[in-house]
């Protein structure tokens, strides 16, 4: 019997023809393709620009290196997340600042990232965690207009804050990032995109992501106009999604509703079943906001069941269901101990969600025999 993995894609017939159309033509590093996905991606979110990128950190770099900020500012975000939403503010220079959680969101709070701003706070990193989306207007009010926002929607693609708008209109932000791995909402293969509102900040996002380079004579600084002639401008990277990988994101983008509602059903069916457990509490979904559920999080206690995570997952797996752990709070990484002198204790909601914490299997192409066989695991576990 095959393991049910914490998460997985979906590809069908028609990602495969799409993809195939792009091998079989003349063109298959970034191109017409990647243009048409970044509109598509605009006209999701409402945002007015987008550049899609190779992954998601890397959309997190070039975010954070196109506010071309200070060495040695601080940069704030969430201990609970994945690294990567902590690494783009060391790349730049800045050092990065971890705040704590909502106990019952996972998110970071404004009273959290308030405890942390300082005179030297250039940007905050807010994280839509497992889809759920981050308090990012009410941040914007506590951190005033100088500061600036990066959205971190990795897991939040699809998901709709309180007042109806779409995560990724960067409406209190400056720029949002998504991620399109295959444990994602929808996948790429690798891929990820910033969106922005900001003409000033998309054009730079454009040359950082081929080099710093731009090959536009309305752009030169040189006066040089010959065929072959191009001028490197900033520092940049090669971070160029392919039409290839486009393809692929755009046919799956088709069908982004259809993923999260199918995530919603087995959300509803969890919650149904493990809602008298003893011992396990399932994810809180905010009033009025639209999760599209990236990940399915319970706390358990798993000592009040005389168990150990360890020792739950291994009994998971022998009844055939993966599970993962998202996150180990960044500041336990022996890296950011050792660089910015951070301790255990340090971030304590964050710690004590740790300790509880379990990412059941979620993904739209599960069945409902799938859906039962968790069901039935995870309940005669937790009796
Ligand atoms: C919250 C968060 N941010 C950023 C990333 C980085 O995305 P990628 O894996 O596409 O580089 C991830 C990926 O796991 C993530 O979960």
Not at 162 to 170: Q, R, S
Not at 275 to 278: K, V
């Given at each position: 019997m095959k393991t049910i993995p914490y998460g997985c894609q979906w590809i069908d017939g028609k990602d495969i023809r799409a993809v195939s159309r792009v091998l079989k033509g003349e063109l298959i590093t970034q191109g017409p393709v990647a243009e048409q996905l970044e509109r598509q991606l605009c006209r999701i979110t409402g945002a007015k620009y987008c550049v899609v990128l190779a992954n998601g950190t890397a959309a997190l770099h070039l975010a954070v290196a196109a506010l071309d900020l200070e060495k040695g500012c601080e940069g704030i975000t969430s201990t609970n997340t994945f690294v990567a939403s902590a690494n783009a503010i060391a790349y730049s220079g800045l050092t990065p600042v971890l705040a704590d959680i909502d106990p019952d969101t996972f998110n970071v709070t404004p009273e959290s990232v308030k405890n942390k701003l300082?005179?030297?706070?250039r940007v905050v990193i807010p994280v839509h965690f497992a889809g759920q989306p981050a308090p990012v207007k009410d941040i914007r009010k506590v951190v005033g207009d100088k500061i600036k926002i990066i959205e971190d929607a990795a897991h939040a693609i699809g998901s709709v804050d309180?007042?109806?708008?779409?995560?990724?209109?960067?409406k209190w932000s400056d720029m949002t990032i998504f991620s399109f791995h295959p444990?994602?909402?929808?996948?790429?293969?690798e891929g990820g995109a910033i969106t922005t509102n900001s003409r000033e900040l998309y054009e730079r996002l454009r040359v950082l992501r081929v080099g710093?380079?731009?090959?536009?004579p309305r752009e030169f600084v040189s006066p040089f106009d010959d065929p072959w002639y191009y001028e490197m401008q900033y520092l940049g990277f090669n971070y160029r999604l392919t039409d290839i990988h486009s393809a692929l994101g755009l046919s799956q983008l088709s069908k982004l509703s259809r993923f999260i509602k199918r995530r919603r059903e087995i959300v509803a069916k969890y919650n149904r079943a493990f809602?008298?457990?003893?011992h396990l509490k399932t994810p809180l979904e905010r009033p009025n906001v639209f999760s599209a559920f990236h990940l399915y999080v319970v706390q358990i206690d798993f000592k009040a069941l005389n168990s150990s995570r360890k020792q739950f997952v291994s009994e998971l797996f022998k009844k055939n269901v993966g599970s993962q752990v998202h996150y180990i709070p960044v500041h336990w990484h022996p890296y950011y101990a050792r660089t910015y002198g951070f301790k255990r204790g340090d971030l304590p909601v964050s710690e004590a969600y740790y300790a509880k914490a379990l990412s059941l299997p979620l993904y739209p192409k599960m069945t409902n025999a799938d859906v039962a066989q968790v069901i039935r695991a995870v309940s005669s576990l937790c009796k």
């Open positions: 300082s005179r030297l706070t309180a007042d109806g708008t779409p995560v990724g209109a960067c444990v994602k909402t929808i996948t790429s293969g710093g380079i731009t090959r536009n809602r008298d457990l003893p």
